[in-house]
């Protein structure tokens, strides 16, 4: 079970290759990966920031509880803060379980977590500007489900 928020990029392959080391007991394992978009073409960078300590408890927090719930194996969540470009990695979720609806679903409420609740601040900088980044209606109507 790991927590980690970091300015340095990661690498996803190598991160999957440590993460599903030694899972014996687990019959599935989910990741997500998220990316910075560019959905216009107009995104120069995206800057993230977070409140160092506060956030990792915040995290640490729902990543317990989604083991609990779904009674993981082994989670991980990493999500990076800083300057990032279109196209970088900022986040990824991993998740494991002895059966995939539950690795599944745990990865699904982990994601959405992060979406919505997650101490992080984004600000988008583009050709028009700079703009903080707003929750959608979407994001938060998915934290109902859980």
């Known amino acids: 079970m790991a927590v980690r928020v970091q300015k340095a990029p990661f690498d996803l392959g190598a991160e999957i290759a440590a993460f599903s080391t030694g899972l014996a007991a687990t ?13 216009d073409g107009r995104l120069e960078r995206m800057e993230i920031e977070h409140y160092p300590g506060m956030t990792e408890r915040a995290l640490a927090a729902i990543e317990d509880e989604a083991r609990r719930r779904w009674s993981l194996t082994d989670a991980l969540v990493i999500h990076r803060h800083g300057t990032l470009r279109p196209g970088d990695h ?29 101490p992080f601040w984004k ?12 929750a959608k209606d979407e994001d938060e109507n998915a934290l109902t489900r859980w």
């Not at 600000?123 to 707003?134: I, L, S």
């Open 90 to 118: 900022i986040m990824m979720v991993a998740t494991a379980a002895r059966h995939r609806a539950a690795a599944f679903e745990a990865a699904e409420f982990l994601m959405d977590y992060l979406k919505s609740r997650a």
């Open 123 to 134: 600000k988008e900088y583009g050709a028009d500007g700079a703009a903080w980044v707003a």
């Open 27 to 39: 019959g599935a394992i989910v990741t997500f990966t998220g990316v910075v978009r560019d959905e």
